[in-house]
Structure formats: structure tokens, C-alpha cells
Nanobody, 116 residues
Framework: QVQVVESGGGLVQAGGSLRLSCVASGSIFSINAMGWYRQAPGKQRELVASITKGGRLNYADSVKGRFTISRDNAKNTAYLQMNSLKPEDTAVYYC??????????WGQGTQVTVSS
């Protein structure tokens, strides 16, 4: 049973920082890509950042220069360093893990709240 577990969310003031972690476990297969998505109330889930096994990065325009995604392949873990947070970054942040079996899995989400 594949499990994807996020952690690191919380309440922070505007301009502050948070670091999210995502750990995947329970599969013998290799992970192709790991990504962070977010969903604010009343809005669709959107891609924040993603990273492939080879280290190719992709960021939403709204977070470029403020957020940094990284991963530890040996630990099946991805991180999202979020700096200069804004109230509009408030959302539930989800981790998505895509395996080389063409299946992907979601975590349960972690709440990030940025106060003004």
C-alpha cells in the first residue's frame, strides 16, 4: 500500500517562511516525479512546483523566485521551501508522487495559512 504523507504546514505571517516535506513509502517501484499542488477555498487545485527524478524543475509563475522544490531520491522525499509568503499562498498543499508504473498517488494535504 503506497502512502504519501505531507508535513510542515502551519500559520505564518506574511513575509515568513515554511518548509513542507513529503515522504512516499510502500512501493518497490521507482518514482518519476514528485510535485506540490495547492487548493484554496472555492478554487481548483493547481500545480505549485514539480521535480523529476533527473532534477528537472517546474514552477508556477506565482511562486517563482519565492519557492524552491527539492528531493532526496534515496529517501523518496520531496521538500518545498516557501519564502516571502503572501496571504494569497493560503491553501491546502498536496503532494503528488508519480511512479514509473504510470500510477500516481496523493497525500492527505497540509494546511498553510498566511496572515496579513
Amino acid at each position: 500500500q503506497v502512502q504519501v504523507v505531507e508535513s510542515g504546514g502551519g500559520l505564518v505571517q506574511a513575509g515568513g517562511s515554511l518548509r513542507l516535506s513529503c515522504v512516499a513509502s510502500g512501493s518497490i517501484f521507482s518514482i518519476n516525479a514528485m510535485g506540490w499542488y495547492r487548493q484554496a477555498p472555492g478554487k481548483q487545485r493547481e500545480l505549485v512546483a514539480s521535480i523529476t527524478k533527473g532534477g528537472r524543475l517546474n514552477y508556477a509563475d506565482s511562486v517563482k523566485g519565492r519557492f524552491t522544490i527539492s528531493r532526496d531520491n534515496a529517501k523518496n522525499t520531496a521538500y518545498l521551501q516557501m519564502n516571502s509568503l503572501k496571504p494569497e499562498d493560503t491553501a491546502v498543499y498536496y503532494c503528488n508522487v508519480a511512479y514509473n508504473t504510470l500510477r500516481d498517488y496523493w497525500g492527505q494535504g497540509t494546511q498553510v495559512t498566511v496572515s496579513s
